[in-house]
Every structure is written in C-alpha cells, then in structure tokens.
C-alpha cells in the first residue's frame, strides 16, 4: 500500500517567488494534515482537512499560505510570495476517520524540503 | 490545551548502552501517545504508539515505550543502541477524536562508537 507522497521533495526559491507542494494521502484517508518544521524549532500543525472541507486553520502562519483539497483527495500548499522565514520541511499526513480501523494514527510522508534564498 | 515536553534536546550514548528518552505531556482531554523518528534527510517514520490496554508497548526496531498517568509521562527507551539509531525522536500526542497532533521540540540521539 502506498504512503503519503509529497512533492517536490526539496525545491529552492528566491524570495518573493511562488511555490506549490503537493500531498498524496493514502487511498480512502479523509483526514489530510499540513505540518511545517522551520529550521531548529518544533514541528508546527498548520491545518487540518476532512476530505475536501477545511477542519482547522489555526496553524496557518499568515495569508501568504494557502491550502486546498479539490475533491476530498490530493492537497495542494501555496506559498505567495515566499519569504526566507519560509524555509523549512513541510509535513503532510493522513488518516482515517475515528472509528474507521487505523483512524487513530496520524502517517506522515517524507516532507517537502523548501529553502528560500 | 495539550503540550508534549521533551526533556533533553540532545542526548549522547556509545553503541549498545541502553538509553532513555523522556517525555511529559499534559491535556485536559484523552489522547493518544506516539513516538516518532526522524533520520538524517528523512521524513517521520512512526516507532510506536500507546492508544490503551498494556501501558508497556513495544515499537520497531527494539524501542519500547510506558505510559504513566500518574506522571503523564511516556518514556522511550532501548536496552542496547545502534549506531544507526542515531537520528531526531519526536514525542507526539494526539487528540481522543483523531483531530491534530502535537509534537514535542524533539531530542536529537547521537550514537557513539
């Protein structure tokens, strides 16, 4: 069975530019999460979809980032324009609903790795 | 509200001594436990989770976990370290109903010769 696959895996930007990362979930996973670790801090929740609704947008660091779900399956995370506090991994992950075999567990993919210059 | 404190950032350790990573969290609500790994450029592997029954749970790769409620603690720990365990351990709690994980800062583990 596959992963959560995120793409690109690593992308270098200049400031200012636009960059698009893209989400996989596993098949049938509802829930869709986007995390961001910056360079030496924690791991940050950014938000949360269930299928294609927005569950919570709390983490969201400012309107500079934009997340969509079209369709309740792939998630796409915009950044425009970026700036160099932009750099960092960006998580994705999946699960399934509460109740729904595995829906307490949370699988992450590899990360996207993005730096800003 | 829920936190996961990692009490060390950097713990090192010589290859085959036994090593203990610590946890605490603290959440008003019920959670779900987790401990997960990160190596060099690599994404977050899942070493093992508490989700209930037996407090003593077993991972991948020889680590093992206990949940204490009286100490909200969840400690990860391996009788005998590789080098190649070396890497970032995340403590990690989640929520009852499923909704958003929280991390804790992370504790880097150096393995040593």
């Known amino acids: 069975e596959a992963g959560v696959t995120q793409f690109p895996s690593h992308s270098v930007i200049e400031k200012g530019q636009t960059v698009t990362l893209r989400c996989d979930p596993i098949s049938g996973h509802d829930n869709l999460y986007w995390y961001r670790r910056v360079m030496g801090k924690e791991i940050k929740f950014l938000l949360h979809f269930v299928k294609e609704s927005k569950q919570d947008e709390s983490g969201m660091p400012n309107n500079r980032f934009l997340a969509e779900r079209t369709g309740g399956t792939y998630s796409t995370l915009k950044v425009q324009p970026a700036e160099l506090e932009d750099s960092g991994v960006y998580f994705c992950?999946?699960?399934?609903?509460?109740?729904?075999?595995?829906?307490?567990?949370?699988?992450f993919g590899e990360g996207s790795w993005l730096t800003v210059v | 509200a829920q936190s996961v404190t990692q009490l060390d950032s950097q713990v090192p350790v010589f290859e085959e001594a036994p090593v203990e990573l610590r946890c605490n969290y603290s959440?008003?609500?019920?959670?779900?436990l987790f401990w997960y790994v990160q190596y060099p450029n690599q994404g977050l592997q899942l070493l093992l989770k508490?989700?209930?029954?037996?407090?003593l749970v077993k991972g991948i790769n020889g680590f093992e976990a206990e949940f204490n409620k009286s100490q909200t603690s969840f400690h990860l720990r391996k009788p005998s370290v590789h080098i190649s365990d070396t890497a970032e351990y995340f403590c990690a709690v989640t929520l009852w109903n499923g909704f958003k994980t929280i991390f804790g800062a992370g504790t880097r583990l150096f393995v040593k010769a």
């Open positions: 508490y989700l209930s029954g037996s407090t």
């Open positions: 959440s008003s609500v019920s959670v779900y």
């Open positions: 992950a999946s699960s399934q609903l509460p109740g729904q075999g595995t829906g307490n567990t949370i699988y």
